[in-house]
Every structure is written in C-alpha cells, then in structure tokens.
C-alpha cells in the first residue's frame, strides 16, 4: 500500500513538469527573480539598493534604541524610569524614521561598497590565505609519507595557482 502511495504522489508532482510548456517555465523563473531582486517596483538600481538600504537601517536603529531604552528601566519593567514600554516605542521609531530618513544616499552607497569590499576580501582572501597555510602546515601534518605531502603540497599549488590566475582574468575584465 505505501508503494502505491508513493507513486501516485510522484505522478502528481510530475503532471505541471510535464504539461507546461517552456515558455510558461520561463515566465515563471522571470517572476521569482523579479521578486528577489525588486524589479517589480519598476525603480532602478540604485534608487532600490538604497531604499532596501535605507529599510535595514530604519530596522537596525529601532532596534537598537528600543533595546537600550527598555534595558535602562531594569526590572521594573519601564524604560528609562519615566518611559514606559509603549512610549519607549514610540521613541525609538522616530528616531529610527529620522535616521532612515536624512543619512544621504551616497553616504549610504559609500558604507554599502565598504561593507561589500569586506566580505569580498574575506569570502576571495579566506580559501587563498588557507590554502597557502595548508601548503606550508602539510609536512608537519603528514611526517609518515614525505611523497603524499608533497603531492598534495603540488596539488594545493596548482589550485591556488587556478584561483588567482580565474581573479586576474575577472578583474582586468571589470576594469
């Protein structure tokens, strides 16, 4: 009984696979990436980056205002002595509008790139930083076969060597 279960829930899922044509497919496809990249609101690039910006930051800031006024209030349960926990909100979302509000685009563009060289750095720099490590570490590692060290020492070579000579050719394309 449950082979049979299971091959008709299988054939079920396959029905919309099998009756739809390609174009349908693409249409499909087009609007989940529309959703995840926000061309949907029919702004352009940059105007949608700084206002999703602009969105964490408000996030960001109410946050952390309302978290520091209720946690001055200690374990009364009000903030700041004074504020109560409603008031405390209130608070915080204006503060956190005008923030959002008045930080200049570029100023928000200019953080946003900073960041972004950051993570790059680390996500590009990590494997090459431990691979080069792994190079130099393996034969203390590995003391029983000196061959297979250097083997592996010569492969982990040959991809470092593959990464760096892939990040030349994709940044002299880009500049």
Known sequence: MDKKWLMGVLSL???PFVAAEESML???WHTFLSAGNL?????SDGSIVVAFTRLL?????FTIFFAVITQFGGRTGTAI?????????VVAFVMATI???FI?????LATGAG????????????????IGFMIFRIPGLMPASPRGAIFLQFLLSILLLWILMVMKYHVGRMM
């Not at 960041?115 to 431990?130: E, F, K, N, Q």
């Open 26 to 28: 693409q249409g499909v």
């Open 115 to 130: 960041w972004a060289t950051i993570v790059s750095l680390v996500l590009v720099g990590g494997p090459i930083v431990g």
């Open 99 to 101: 923030t959002a509000i």
């Open 81 to 89: 002595g004074f504020l109560n926990r409603g008031q405390a909100m």
């Open 13 to 15: 899922l396959s029905i």
């Open 57 to 61: 930051i408000w996030i960001f800031v």
């Open 39 to 43: 061309s949907f609101l029919g702004l």
């Open 104 to 108: 200049p685009a570029q100023v928000l």
